[in-house]
């Protein structure tokens, strides 16, 4: 198990790439069928008329970036609470072929007043294509521990 | 229902969702490693993937929207054009969704705005779900698009 990754791990500014997942039209369809059954994300035919074919529903590429951050940090890092999503923007339709990655960027730190023993961390998170187009934003904080520190110092 | 139907203040009642331990673990298994790690500790009870709880009262969403559009259909009322959804704000969950847990989701108008396209209108809802111990697990505000009737164009 690699070191957790603490408050001091994710420095002010810092935008940073990762992930990778390919979209199937298979998996947009089965996606939309459990959570989001509108005809744009579930019948190619209607999807043609109304949205220049099928596209993924929001909440699936939210869905989609849950994975690729929990894959690239959040399974490391010294959560205490996730403390809420701020906005999340569904930008560009995400279609059957495209290819995701994340860019993240560290928007805000703040530690807490109250509590020395952790702080809140701000992301901005773009879920980019495989053409640069940036599909979806999300804003939301983590709560992290503090880097534990050694005694003597 | 079209946007000159919509009343400020009005709540509508989407229905239910059963939390089960499998749907739990299936969710985990495509988008939430966290949850299929907590399973392999023996971890119980399992808590849902809030973007599950999130997923799951869209799906409500959609279904009471469905049976509002055929309850239209068949007193011959012209059908609304769908809008897509651009997104959330503010999304909290104080409470978890365990297993076993039953969530009820309903969604309130909290204000209406024409746009400068004669066709749309804007209108601002809070997305809650409670569960079966009437404790919030889930609330968000959205802005949606949704047609005005063809009469004001």
Redesign the interface.
């Known amino acids: 198990m690699p070191d957790p990754l603490y408050f001091e791990d994710f420095p002010l500014g810092a935008v940073i790439e990762y992930g990778g997942v390919d979209v199937s039209a298979d998996e947009i369809v089965a996606f939309a069928r459990?959570?989001?059954?509108?005809p744009?994300h579930t019948d190619e035919e209607a999807a043609r008329a109304?949205?220049g074919g099928l596209?993924a529903?929001?909440?699936h590429t939210?869905?989609?970036l849950?994975?690729m951050n929990?894959?690239a940090f959040?399974?490391r890092a010294a959560i205490l609470e996730?403390a809420?999503?701020?906005?999340?923007?569904?930008e560009r339709p995400v279609r059957p072929g495209d290819r995701l990655h994340v860019r993240r960027h560290t928007l805000a730190k703040r530690p807490r007043e109250d509590r020395l023993s952790d702080g809140e961390v701000e992301f901005l998170y773009e879920v980019v294509n495989q053409d640069g187009v940036v599909a979806m934003t999300q804003r939301s904080w983590l709560l992290l521990k503090h880097r534990p520190q050694p005694f003597g110092n | 229902m079209f946007y000159e139907d919509v009343r400020v203040g009005q709540s509508l009642a989407l229905g239910e969702a059963a939390f089960s331990r499998e749907a739990i673990l299936a969710f985990g298994r495509q988008f939430d490693p966290r949850i299929v790690a907590q399973a392999a500790e023996g971890r119980a009870p399992l808590a849902a993937s809030v973007l599950h709880v999130a997923a799951a009262g869209m799906r409500q969403l959609v279904d009471a929207r469905s049976s509002l559009r055929a309850t239209m259909a068949e007193r011959g009322e012209t059908l609304p054009q769908l809008g897509v959804s651009p997104g959330f704000k503010g999304m909290r969950w104080p409470y978890p969704v365990y297993e076993g847990d039953i969530v009820s989701y309903s969604m309130e108008t909290v204000s209406k705005r024409e746009t400068s396209k004669p066709k749309w209108g804007l209108i601002a809802n809070s997305f809650r779900g409670v569960n079966q111990r009437q404790e919030e697990v889930l609330v968000f505000s959205s802005v949606v698009l949704i047609a005005r009737r063809a009469e004001n164009m």
């Open positions: 459990d959570f989001d059954p509108q744009f109304a949205t596209i529903s929001g909440w939210s869905a989609l849950l994975r929990c894959e959040m399974m996730e809420g999503v701020e906005e999340v923007r569904w």
